[in-house]
Nanobody
Framework: DVQLVESGGGSVQAGGSLTLSCKAS????????MGWYRRGPGKERPLVAR???????GYASSAEGRFTISKDFAKNTLDLEMNSLQVEDTSMYYC????????????????WGQGTQVTVS
C-alpha cells in the first residue's frame, strides 16, 4: 500500500514563499515518479511539477523558474519549494506517486495524497 500525506500549506502574501512536503509510506520513494498537482475545474488536477525515478524534473510553464521539486530520500519525502508566489497560484495542492516506465518516463498514478491548501493574497 502506498500512502501520501501533504503538509506545509497556508496563507501568504503575493511575492512570498512556501515549501510543501509529502510524506510517503508503504514504499521506497526511489522506485517511483512523483509529482505535485493542483485542483482545477471539475475533477481535473493539472500537473505543477514532477520528478522522475532518476531525478529528472519538469514543470508547468507557470511554475518554471519559481518552483523547485525534490526528493528527500532520508525522510522519504517529496518537497515543493515555491517562491515568488502569485494570486494565481492559489489552489489545493496534491502530491501523487506514479509508476516508472524508465528512469525518466512516468506512467499511471498509483496514489494521491489528500491535499494541502495554498492561498496567496
Amino acid at each position: 500500500d502506498v500512502q501520501l500525506v501533504e503538509s506545509g500549506g497556508g496563507s501568504v502574501q503575493a511575492g512570498g514563499s512556501l515549501t510543501l512536503s509529502c510524506k510517503a509510506s508503504g514504499y521506497t520513494l526511489r522506485t517511483y515518479c512523483m509529482g505535485w498537482y493542483r485542483r482545477g475545474p471539475g475533477k481535473e488536477r493539472p500537473l505543477v511539477a514532477r520528478i522522475s525515478r532518476d531525478g529528472e524534473t519538469g514543470y508547468a510553464s507557470s511554475a518554471e523558474g519559481r518552483f523547485t521539486i525534490s526528493k528527500d530520500f532520508a525522510k522519504n519525502t517529496l518537497d515543493l519549494e515555491m517562491n515568488s508566489l502569485q494570486v494565481e497560484d492559489t489552489s489545493m495542492y496534491y502530491c501523487a506517486a506514479s509508476t516508472a516506465v524508465t528512469g525518466v518516463v512516468c506512467a499511471g498514478i498509483e496514489a494521491w495524497g489528500q491535499g494541502t491548501q495554498v492561498t496567496v493574497s
